[in-house]
């Protein structure tokens, strides 16, 4: 019982993760101004957030879960998935600086983020999305065996 509600907690964590990389990709767009600069820094917030508790929820999979710790541990598939999330995690950290300094950014009400600025963190969200969408893919043959 414990591996099945690690697991459905793992994938109901995974799934909020790309719900909130996708509401990144639609506020950062161009015109983005104070208005939504303060919901896309709670956004960035719970992204953080939703991310620590995914990787504590997969690693309770990793120890407490049916197949065993060493399944994982020799198993390159698993440690491509862990190399496929590590590289979502590093792409993120430039988009989080970015959010930061906009939101800190002076001008008051009337502060709009340079549309240039707009395009590199879209760039980077698009990477995440794409090295993301690895992820399912390492985690079905993982529980296949390969």
Do not use: C, Q
Request: charge should be positive; aromatic fraction near 12%; glycine fraction near 10%.
């Amino acid at each position: 019982m414990t591996d099945l509600i690690l697991t459905v907690i793992h994938h109901l964590l995974a799934f909020a993760l790309a719900g909130v990389v996708a509401a990144e990709v639609i506020l950062v767009r161009p015109g983005l101004g104070r208005r939504n600069l303060a919901l896309l820094g709670r956004i960035d917030a719970t992204y953080g957030g939703l991310a620590a508790l995914l990787l504590i929820i997969g690693a309770s999979r990793v120890y407490f879960g049916l197949k065993g710790w060493e399944f994982y541990v020799y198993n390159p598939t698993f440690w491509a998935k862990m190399v496929a999330f590590a590289a979502v995690g590093l792409l993120s950290i430039a988009p989080t600086i970015r959010i930061a300094r906009w939101r800190s950014a002076g001008g008051g009400d009337a502060y709009v983020v340079p549309d240039a600025e707009i395009a590199r963190v879209r760039g980077f969200l698009k990477a995440e999305i794409a090295v993301f969408a690895l992820i399912p893919l390492f985690a079905a043959a993982l529980a296949r065996g390969y």
